[in-house]
């Protein structure tokens, strides 16, 4: 069948939203139950998606003592963590210049290789504790399929050199390698590293929940947090619930995208929204047209770019900005994305992979992550208040939740570690403008990006002055 809308060409039992496609693929877990009650804990998480899941890992792991507990509106895994686009990447966002200038510039290149070497720590992990989440190392793919691209594909990757990338880290493919790996229509130059795992989102969500039960951690879903409040004198910071009051030394705050539900948080990250389609899966004669045997994730140099995988049972899922943020700092109803975001997103794959045009979609969803004012990620805690929190990821997540967890673990333990060194630790971030500013000046960012795509894409040789003034109103 074809929307009729659009005219995107969908299978019969098509779906919008209910999350996300992953959690169709494994079914929706039983929900844990709910916060009993007022609860004392040395650690309370507050969110248990990836963040919050990785640090009880290692808090437990550390010190099996802990008393632990997370606490989850909905159930482990069911914003970001459940619905990106399963790129388990070392792309670390920000500015490196702006992290650097924290505690120097080898400090950003140290916080560079452990991203390399958190790759594959979550792929150690996964195998450790039987987790099952369709892992592939088969490095990430960045495609410029213009001019400007290319220019900038160049110059990036002459910037990366200088923090900490070598050429097996990253390099320029030739042509006739490019062609082998995959066959995206109107590629002029593509480059490849290896720092880069396919992942089924949700399989390692909830995976990981499990694991962080077993060790012992409390996980209490349907328990809504609708504030934080810190320590004072003698006493314990506390996560203020519907369900009654959790007092806990530390508190930590693993909302990601959702952090503007809490109360006095409401500028703090803004919850940019992603939307994903994926297709049916496609016959072996397409596959031998396009390529991809080494299931590389694949990214464009576009402003307002893509990113794709090509998934264990041969479809293509792929995602973009969409719509990328609501009024007021309001999130999705369950993953329910726009119409004419999913035909964005189809138009997108069918240029790029025209082998595929005949393809159904069968899923469509989106998800917010969350971005900092200075779109530069962080990992901070108090000890005078007890309050501590990591995020702004700015989708780079899958990877760096697992530095943040293991950075929070050594802060919680008061350990002086590599990682409690590293240049993101402790990174203080001014609040988004309030509203309508924060509504106006989003939109007006990616029109600009996208009027930058667009004339960069007919008559472009260098970077659109659209994009650069976008890059100046957004401060990135």
């Known amino acids: 069948m074809c929307s009729v809308k659009t005219g995107i ?44 899941l990785w640090t009880a890992y290692y808090l437990k792991q550390a010190d099996p003592g802990l008393r632990i507990a997370i606490l989850e509106k909905e159930f482990a895994g069911f914003g970001a963590s459940g619905r990106n686009g399963g790129w388990l990447s070392a792309e670390f966002a920000g500015s490196r210049n702006r992290h650097a200038k ?15 070497r958190s790759v594959d720590e979550v792929i150690a992990v996964a195998r450790e504790e039987g987790i099952d989440a369709d892992i592939h190392k088969g490095g990430l793919l960045h495609v410029a399929t213009n001019p400007a691209q290319r220019r900038r594909l160049r110059a990036e990757l002459a910037e990366l050199r ?26 002029l130059e593509a480059a490849y590293s290896p720092h880069c795992a396919r992942i089924q989102p949700a399989k390692l ?56 539900g809490l109360s006095g948080q409401r500028r703090q990250w803004l919850p940019m929204n992603s939307s994903m389609i994926v297709t049916e899966p496609l016959p072996a004669e397409v596959w031998k047209h396009l390529g991809w045997a080494g299931n590389e994730l694949v990214g464009d140099e576009a402003h307002a770019y893509i990113y794709a995988q ?31 975001t999913v035909a964005l997103l189809w138009r997108i794959l069918v240029k790029l992979f025209p082998a595929a045009a005949d393809a159904r979609v069968q899923h469509a969803w989106c998800g917010v992550l969350g971005v900092p004012r200075d779109w530069c990620s962080t990992v901070h805690l108090d ?56 509504w106006a000046g989003v939109q ?17 040789t260098t970077t659109s002055v659209y994009a650069r003034l976008a890059d100046l109103i957004s401060g990135r």
Do not use: C
Not at 164 to 182: K, T
Not at 400 to 412: F, Y
Not at 418 to 425: A, C, K, R
């Open 9 to 52: 060409p969908l299978t019969e039992d098509f779906a919008n939203g209910g999350v996300s496609f992953w959690y169709r693929q494994i079914g929706l877990p039983a929900r844990r139950p709910a916060l009993p009650g007022p609860r004392d804990y040395d650690v309370a998480i507050v969110g248990g998606g990836y963040t919050g």
């Open 102 to 116: 924290a505690r120097g510039r080898q400090a950003m290149i140290d916080l560079q290789h452990a991203m390399f």
């Open 162 to 187: 200088g923090w900490g990338y070598g050429e097996a880290d990253m390099r320029l493919l030739g042509r006739d390698e490019q062609a082998e790996r995959l066959q995206a229509a109107g590629t």
């Open 205 to 260: 969500a909830v995976g990981l929940a499990a694991a962080v039960a077993r060790l012992g951690v409390d996980l209490y879903e349907d328990t809504t947090v609708t504030e934080l409040r810190p320590r004072h004198g003698g006493g314990k910071a506390t996560a203020v619930t519907t369900r009654g009051l959790v007092t806990a030394d530390y508190v930590i705050r693993a909302t990601e995208g959702f952090t503007a």
């Open 310 to 340: 090509r998934t264990a049972d041969d479809r293509i899922a792929i995602g973009g900005r969409g719509v990328p943020y609501r009024f007021g700092s309001r999130t999705d109803a369950r993953g329910a994305t726009q119409p004419q």
């Open 383 to 438: 000890h005078a208040t007890g309050l501590g929190w990591a995020g702004g990821y700015v989708g780079s997540g899958v990877t760096t939740t697992n530095l943040a967890g293991r950075t929070l673990r050594d802060l919680v333990l008061r350990r002086e570690t590599e990682l409690t060194g590293l240049p993101w630790v402790g990174r203080q971030v001014r609040q988004w403008e309030p509203e309508p500013l924060r």
């Open 444 to 460: 007006l960012i990616y029109a600009l990006f996208r009027a930058a795509d667009r004339h960069e894409n007919e008559r472009g």
